[in-house]
Structures are given as structure tokens and as C-alpha cells.
């Protein structure tokens, strides 16, 4: 069976929620969705698990899909667990990714904004579909974005 479902936001547990909402405003465009969070009690501890857990934070629109399209949720717990670095390859969740027009010049963005690179540009033709050209990038918590954009 399936459900009839519509997606809603993907979620960043951030170390520092609104350094790291400022860098994906500035970076892409996202734009925050009021009210910012500051939710806490019961409720809360029996959704996560989490005794006395608190969490802070805002979702951001994401770019291109307009007023009602899906959002980034960034959000700081009170209490957090230390992880592994990020790799593209680690089973689960890897990155998010973005649609832009030149790949070099966001790249040079996400660096100039505390970003970082994980790999080189590269491209790829796919039979059918034209050409990608991407980039894997990190934002400055660490969590991979791939920067891709397609060509005929």
C-alpha cells in the first residue's frame, strides 16, 4: 500500500542553528518560514526519546519551488552527541543538494561563506539526459551539499 504522502522538510541538527541558517540564507536563498522554534516539555521528550530535551531553531523555504515548497529545518538540541565527520559514502542520509548555474563560482561561495570542498568538479554524461557537472561541498558544521547543474 502506498501512502498518500507530500514532502515537507529535511531536518540539521546544528551546533550553532543560526550561524549555520544565516549561511544557507546568504549561500542559496533560503528564506526563513516564522516563527522561530524554542519548543520544549513532555511532549517533546516522548517524540525523541530525549529527557529534558529542548530544541531552537527555524525552517527555511527552499529555493525554487515557491511559497509552499518544501523547507530545511535547522535546529539546536540543549544536549548533543558528538559524530562522526560526514562521507559521502556512509550508509543513511549523505548530503542535499542544489541546482545552480555555474558549479565553480558556487563552490567559491560555499568557501567564502566557512564552506569547504570535498571533492573536485567533475562531470558525467548521461545517455538521454544531457551532461551534469557537480561538486560535493561541505557547510560550515561539516554536512555535504552537492552542487550540480546540467548542460544538453
Partial sequence: MS???????TNIVAKDWKKLAQFYQEVFGCTPVPPER???GKWL???TGISTAQIRGMHLRLPGHGPEGPTLE???YNLEEERAAAAVNRPGFAHISFAV???AAALDAVKAAGG?????IASLEIPGAGIVTIVYATDPEG????LQTWSK
Fill in 3 to 9: 501512502l498518500n504522502a507530500k514532502f515537507t522538510h
Fill in 38 to 40: 524554542d519548543l520544549s
Fill in 45 to 47: 521528550e516522548r517524540a
Fill in 74 to 76: 535547522i535546529f539546536q
Fill in 101 to 103: 548555474e555555474d558549479v
Fill in 116 to 120: 569547504g570542498a570535498v571533492g573536485e
Fill in 143 to 146: 554536512n555535504i551539499i552537492e
